[in-house]
């Protein structure tokens, strides 16, 4: 017995002539097909929303394609398999079991995913790669060739799969990773046979500013060996979690470190994408470090602890091993190595640190007896020092004076800082409920922060009146330091800006 029919209702769609289904039990609407062959009559295999399939393509079991997902080609998807958001599913591709495809996330040519994997994101899987069992493929990462996900496996972010790479159990694949062979988790690791610490351009010294947010990019690398001493490919997420920061005596860092595999807007000095790819038998984790606390100039190694199996008549015997590039305890053969890390204060920053450019504009937007001026505040380039980071309310009006026929007004733009050609900013100078002017300019003409102060000599005379006159912000440089001003508005409303006192200056 069918379980629906096709309407009169037609579309075009990439050279393919669609009909929108029917439910004939429920009389609802579904998604698009080209013809019954793309939809079984047996089953609760449904087609909904906006969903096309077409081609060869076909929809079989209880699977269901929703919202606005395509299948075409040859795909099949089977079973209790579910393909909805905005993905993508073509060729001789195969999803069946509990799987899912999802968001807006692509699996082509003769890939093939099942069990209660999931794909998600911009996530692509190609050719004839595998993801099965509880694994998922998500954000922007890429499967190609001959791979297999498995397990409770996720690889994520821009990590790019090819060849005929495995990766299993809980291993976790992130950020730029480039695999290309089998991948294994720290259970499998058995020992090391090299253990290194680095700056990420191969140097032995770091500076830090001691503010918590300036991060340097360092590199952990290692070569991992299995229980038949061959050598395996650990992922940079399995060595981050399994290393720690220790000092030359072997003891743990006690000063107030932070690192993650994830930059943060401070990087510096700046370091181009990283691509965390395994070299021959070297595995490698890049991680930005952070000092939250001021102290002397120290040195940095790092050790990692494994277990070790080992046979002893007929036994397994299992114990703790120690790997340690520290020069005291270290018991282990690996050669010591270190980085020296030199901690500098949180900037304090004077007047002598910044400084500011006018640009005046006349007659401003043809409106007569009127005077634009932009103030542009920067840190002093003579000193290395550039803008990374802004905090300032926008928009905000923050000073208003009237005498006679003079009204001037004074306000803060955006939050941006960098020079932009092609910016322009608009602000609304309220006089009254009634009394107000438009004004249009260009914005970001150089690098800094920007304050408009707007002036106009029109209309009655008014009495004297003047409110406000101040607003704080703050200027962070490349390394994180907070430079926390304020913008006085003097006579004429020409703007002053002044460091604030050291006590406020949070570095």
Same mark, same amino acid.
């Given at each position: 017995m069918s379980?629906? &029919?096709?309407t009169n209702e037609s579309m075009e769609y990439n050279g393919y002539l669609l009909w929108r289904i029917e439910c004939l039990k429920t009389r609802r609407k579904g998604g698009w097909v080209e013809s019954e062959l793309n939809l079984s009559q047996t089953g609760s295999s449904w087609i909904a929303d906006n969903a096309k399939v077409y081609g060869e393509a076909a929809? @079989?079991?209880n699977a269901v394609v929703s919202g606005n997902a395509e299948v075409f080609g040859a795909a099949r998807i089977t079973a209790?398999?579910?393909? +909805?958001?905005?993905?993508?599913?073509?060729?001789?591709a195969i999803v069946t079991a509990s799987a899912q495809v999802y968001d807006e996330a692509s699996v082509e040519d003769s890939a093939q995913i099942y069990g209660n994997a999931t794909i998600c994101g911009n996530a692509l899987v190609s050719a004839y790669a595998k993801v099965y069992d509880y694994a998922s493929v998500e954000g922007s990462a890429q499967i190609y060739d001959n791979v297999h996900v498995y397990g409770h496996a996720t690889i994520k972010d821009r990590a790019y799969l090819y060849k005929d790479a495995h990766v299993k159990g809980n291993t976790i694949v992130s950020n730029n990773e480039r695999v290309g062979e089998n991948l294994y988790n720290w259970e499998d690791v058995n020992a090391l046979s090299m253990l290194k610490i680095s700056m990420v351009d191969g140097s032995k010294t770091a500076v830090l500013y001691a503010n918590g947010k300036h991060q340097v990019a360092i590199k952990i690398s290692l070569e991992a060996r299995d229980k038949a001493g061959f050598s395996i490919g650990i992922p940079a997420k399995e060595i981050m979690e399994h290393i720690e920061f220790v000092d030359e005596e072997n003891n743990p860092i006690q000063l107030k470190l932070s690192y993650s595999d994830q930059a943060g807007l401070y990087v510096y000095p700046p370091t181009e994408e990283l691509i965390q790819q395994r070299t021959g038998p070297v595995s490698s984790a890049v991680l930005y470090l952070a000092i939250?606390? +001021?102290?002397?100039?120290?040195?940095?190694?790092?050790?990692?602890?494994?277990?070790?199996? =080992?046979?002893?008549?007929?036994?397994?015997?299992?114990?703790?091993?120690?790997?340690?590039?520290s020069k005291e305890f270290?018991? =282990?053969? !690996?050669?010591?190595?270190? !980085?020296?890390v030199k901690v500098l204060p949180k900037r304090q920053f004077t007047q002598e640190n910044i400084r500011v450019q006018t640009f005046t504009e006349l007659d401003v937007n043809g409106i007569p007896n009127s005077? @634009?001026?932009?103030?542009?505040?920067? %840190?002093?380039?003579?000193?290395? @020092? %550039?803008?990374?980071?802004?905090?300032?309310?926008?928009?905000?009006? %923050?000073? +208003?004076?009237? @005498?006679?026929? +003079? &009204?001037?007004?004074?306000?803060?733009?955006?939050?941006? %800082?960098?020079?932009?050609?092609?910016?322009v900013f608009t602000a609304k100078f309220e006089f009254t409920s009634s009394k107000f002017r438009k004004v249009m300019a260009k914005n970001h003409e150089v690098e800094g922060l920007c304050f408009w102060v707007y002036q106009a000599w029109e209309g009655l005379v008014w009495s004297y009146y003047e409110w406000g006159g101040e607003m704080y912000f703050s200027l962070f440089d490349q390394c994180g330091n907070e430079a926390s001003l304020i913008a006085h508005a003097g006579e004429e409303e020409q703007l002053h800006f002044f460091v604030r006192m050291e006590e406020f200056n949070h570095g």
């Open positions: 379980k629906y &029919k096709i929809i @079989l079991d209790e398999a579910q393909v +909805y958001g905005n993905a993508v599913v073509s060729d001789y939250h606390e +001021y102290t002397k100039e120290f040195r940095l190694c790092v050790r990692s602890k494994i277990k070790q199996w =080992s046979q002893d008549q007929n036994i397994q015997r299992i114990k703790r091993v120690e790997y340690t590039t270290n018991y =282990s053969a !690996i050669p010591p190595d270190y !980085i020296a005077k @634009l001026t932009k103030y542009y505040v920067q %840190f002093n380039a003579q000193d290395g @020092l %550039f803008i990374r980071h802004s905090s300032c309310i926008p928009r905000k009006w %923050f000073h +208003y004076r009237q @005498l006679g026929i +003079y &009204k001037g007004c004074t306000i803060s733009t955006d939050h941006s %800082f960098s020079a932009d050609d092609n910016a």
